[in-house]
C-alpha cells in the first residue's frame, strides 16, 4: 500500500468556505489524501479564498508567496487556489503567481479528482464554470468518522440581491437551493455521526426554496420543521438572512420551534435610507426596524445581530449618525463593521469615494459603540440559567467550553459533562469575550 499523499486547506472568508473546505477534503481523500495541520509535510496545498474585501483578495497573494521555498524543496507539491479569488480572477492568479498549479471556483469542487489528476501529470488545471449539478452530490462514499457537536450544512448557495458593493453575486452565481430530500438524509447523517447543532448556510438563506419530496417548493421555515423531527438533532440555526426574505412564516417558527435557536443574523448595512438606496437593498430603516420589532413580538429574548458598511460612496456624517442611531434602536447582541473596500465590477466602485481617513475615523466610532452594545447585552446573561451546548475542554482543569442559545461562549468550571452534552448552568460572570459559569445541580 502507498502512504496517503497529504492535504492541507487553509479556509478564508465565510462559513460557507468552511462547509466547502470539508467536502474539499472529503473529494480529495477519494483520491488517497488525507488532512495535515501544516503546509511543511503537505503533498497538496489548496486556499480556500474570499474576495469580498480587498485586504482578503490580496492576503491570498502574500499567502501564496510563502510557499516558494517549499515549492523548490519539493518539486512535486501541489498548490491550488479555490473558493472566490478562484472564480473573480481565474487564470489570471497563474500569470501573477506561477507556482500555482490549480484554480477552482466555488461551483466546481466535484471536479476536484479530475483537476487533481491534471495538476498530478503536470499541466495547469483549471476550472470556472457554473454547471447545473449540485457541486456535492458525488459524494457517495464519504467518511463516516465521528465529528464534534455543530456542523455547517449549505442549503443555499449564490445571491440575486446586487447589493452595489458586492461581489457574491459574480463569485458565487445566482440563487440555488438544493432538494430537502438530500440536505435531510445529509442531517441525518450528521447526528449519527455526534453532531447536536446543525447551523443551514446561505448567502442568502432565508430565501431558500428548495424541492420538497413532495414536489412542491418548500420555505427556509418548512424545512427547519423538518429537521425539528430529527431525533438528536437539538438545536438549529441559518445564516445569512436578508430582511426583505423575512417570511411570516420563519418569523412565527421563532416562537414556536423549540429547536430553533433565539439568535438571529440580519445584516441592515445601513441605518440611512439614501445610502440604503444608493446601496440597492430595497428596504428602508424603519422597514427594518419594524420587521426587528414583529421578530421580537414571536420571540422576545431573540439576540439580534447584524453587518455594517461604513464608508459606502457618498455617506455624509448624517448619514452615519442614522447608522449610530440604528446601531442604538435595535441593541444588538452581536454585530460586525466593515470599512467599505472597492471591488471591481461592482456598481458602487464607480462612484465617488469616501476620504479613507474619514472612513476609519467612522469604523472606530462605530465599533466603539457596538463593543459597548454586545458587552451590556453579555452583561445580562449573569445571574440566568441556561443552556449549554457543550463544545470542549477549557484552558484550565476540570474546566468545559460551550455555547448558549445566544452563541455566547461560557466557561464552566469544575463540569462533568462530555462534548455534545447538553447542561443547565448559572452564568456567574461576563468576561470580555465569553461568559463563566457553573452547573446547575438539583
Ligand atoms: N450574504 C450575506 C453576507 C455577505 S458578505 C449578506 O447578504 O449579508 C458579509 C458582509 O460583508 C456583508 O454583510 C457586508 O457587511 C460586508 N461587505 C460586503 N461587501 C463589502 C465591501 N465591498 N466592502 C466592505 N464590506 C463589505
Ligand atoms: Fe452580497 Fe447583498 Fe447578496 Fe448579501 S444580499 S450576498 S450583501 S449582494
Ligand atoms: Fe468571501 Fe466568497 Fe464568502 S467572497 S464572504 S468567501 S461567499
Not at 275 to 288: C, P, Q, S, V, W
Request: glycine share 8%.
Amino acid at each position: 500500500m502507498t502512504a496517503p499523499k497529504k492535504l492541507f486547506i487553509k479556509t478564508y472568508g465565510c462559513q460557507m468556505n468552511v462547509y466547502d473546505s470539508e467536502r474539499m477534503a472529503e473529494a480529495l481523500g477519494g483520491q488517497g489524501y488525507v488532512e495535515t495541520a501544516t503546509p511543511d509535510d503537505a503533498d497538496m496545498i489548496l486556499l480556500n479564498t474570499c474576495h469580498i474585501r480587498e485586504k482578503a483578495a490580496e492576503k491570498v497573494y502574500s499567502e501564496l508567496g510563502r510557499f516558494r521555498g517549499l515549492k523548490a524543496e519539493r518539486p512535486d507539491l501541489k498548490i491550488g487556489v479555490a473558493g472566490c479569488v478562484a472564480q473573480a480572477e481565474g487564470a489570471e492568479i497563474m500569470r501573477r503567481q506561477p507556482l500555482v498549479d490549480l484554480v477552482v471556483g466555488p461551483q466546481s469542487y466535484h471536479r476536484l479528482p479530475e483537476l487533481e489528476a491534471k495538476a498530478r501529470s503536470g499541466e495547469k488545471a483549471l476550472d470556472t464554470d457554473f454547471p447545473e449539478e449540485d457541486k456535492f452530490e458525488h459524494l457517495k462514499s464519504r467518511p463516516k468518522s465521528k465529528r464534534g457537536p455543530t456542523a455547517f450544512l449549505t442549503v443555499q448557495e449564490g445571491c440575486d440581491k446586487f447589493c452595489a458593493f458586492c461581489v457574491v453575486p459574480y463569485t458565487r452565481g445566482a440563487e440555488v437551493s438544493r432538494p430537502v430530500g438530500r440536505i435531510l438524509d445529509e442531517a441525518r447523517e450528521l447526528v449519527e455521526r455526534g453532531v447536536r447543532e446543525i447551523t443551514l448556510l446561505g448567502q442568502n438563506v432565508n430565501g431558500y426554496h428548495g424541492t420538497g419530496p413532495d414536489g412542491a417548493d418548500w420555505s427556509l421555515a418548512r424545512l427547519i420543521w423538518a429537521l425539528d423531527g430529527i431525533d438528536g438533532l437539538e438545536r438549529i440555526r441559518f445564516t445569512t438572512s436578508h430582511p426583505n426574505d423575512m417570511s411570516d412564516d420563519l418569523i412565527e417558527a421563532h416562537g414556536t420551534c423549540a429547536k430553533l435557536m433565539p439568535y438571529l443574523h440580519l445584516p441592515v448595512q445601513s441605518g440611512s435610507d439614501r445610502i440604503l438606496k444608493r446601496m440597492n437593498r430595497k428596504h428602508t430603516a424603519e422597514g427594518y426596524l419594524r420587521l426587528i420589532e414583529r421578530i421580537r413580538g414571536a420571540r422576545p429574548d431573540i439576540l439580534m445581530s447584524g453587518d455594517f458598511i461604513v464608508g459606502f460612496p457618498e455617506e455624509t456624517e448624517e448619514d452615519f449618525q442614522a447608522t449610530l442611531d440604528i446601531v442604538e434602536a435595535v441593541n444588538y447582541g452581536y454585530a460586525y463593521s466593515f470599512k467599505y473596500s472597492t471591488r471591481p465590477g461592482t456598481p458602487a466602485a464607480e462612484r465617488s469615494q469616501v476620504d479613507p481617513d474619514v472612513a476609519s475615523e467612522r469604523l472606530q466610532r462605530l465599533q466603539a459603540l457596538i463593543t459597548r452594545q454586545q458587552r451590556a447585552v453579555q452583561d445580562t446573561m449573569v445571574g440566568r440559567e441556561l443552556d449549554v451546548l457543550i463544545e470542549k475542554p477549557g484552558r484550565k482543569p476540570g474546566q468545559m467550553v460551550g455555547k448558549t442559545g445566544y452563541l455566547h461562549a461560557v466557561h464552566i468550571a469544575d463540569c462533568t459533562a462530555a462534548q455534545g452534552e447538553t447542561v443547565r448552568a448559572r452564568i456567574t460572570e461576563s468576561g470580555t469575550n465569553s461568559l463563566f459559569g457553573e452547573l446547575c445541580r438539583d
